[in-house]
C-alpha cells in the first residue's frame, strides 16, 4: 500500500465512523446473503460481535501507518478464526462483503481510489492473517 491509499483508507473509514453499527448490519446481511452456510458459524445474537468488528477495523485501518503495530493482534486474529472454522477460501468472501458495505456507506465517496485502496489494505491483512493461520502455501487459496 502507498502512503496515499493509507491517507484515503484511514479517512474514507472515518466517514462511516458515525454510522458503524448501521455498517456493521449492512456487513453481515450481505455476508451471510451471498454465503448463507457461513451464517450458522456465528451467534444468534450479532449485537456484540458487530461491535467487535468494527473495534477491530478502526485498529486495523489505525495502524495501517504502522503496520507492524498491529501484527501480533492481526496474527492472534488468525489463530482464533481457525478455533471459528474460518477457511482461505472464506476471506475473499468477507473481503467483497466489506467492499460492499463500504460501497454502500460512502456513497459518491466511494471513488475508484478509494476502492483501491480498500482492496489493497484488505488483500494485506487478509494474505497475512491467512499465512499466519494457514502457512504462507495456502494464502493464494
Ligand atoms: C480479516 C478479516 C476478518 C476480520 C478483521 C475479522 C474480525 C473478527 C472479530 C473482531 C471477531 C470477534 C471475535 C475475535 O476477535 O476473535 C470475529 C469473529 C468471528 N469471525 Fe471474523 N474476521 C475476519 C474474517 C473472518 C472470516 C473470513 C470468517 C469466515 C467465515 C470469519 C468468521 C468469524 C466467526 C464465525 C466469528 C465468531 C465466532 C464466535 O463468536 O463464536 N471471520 N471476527
Known amino acids: 500500500m502507498t502512503p496515499d491509499q493509507v491517507k484515503l483508507v484511514q479517512q474514507s473509514f472515518a466517514r462511516v465512523a458515525p454510522i458503524s453499527e448501521q455498517a456493521a448490519v449492512i ?61 482461505p477460501a472464506h476471506y475473499p468472501v468477507v473481503g467483497a462483503a466489506l467492499l460492499w458495505t463500504l460501497e454502500k456507506g460512502l456513497g459518491k465517496a466511494w471513488t475508484p481510489d478509494v476502492a483501491a485502496a480498500w482492496s489493497a489494505a484488505y488483500g494485506t491483512l487478509s494474505g497475512y492473517v491467512i499465512s499466519e493461520a494457514y502457512g504462507s502455501a495456502q494464502a493464494a487459496e
Open 27 to 87: 456487513f453481515y446481511d450481505r455476508l451471510f446473503e451471498v454465503a448463507p452456510a457461513v451464517k450458522a458459524m456465528f451467534p444468534a445474537d450479532m449485537t456484540e460481535q458487530r461491535k467487535k468488528l468494527m473495534a477491530t477495523l478502526a485498529v486495523v485501518v489505525n495502524g495501517l501507518s504502522n503496520l507492524e503495530s498491529v501484527l501480533p493482534a492481526a496474527s492472534a486474529l488468525a489463530t482464533r478464526h481457525v478455533a471459528y472454522g474460518a477457511k
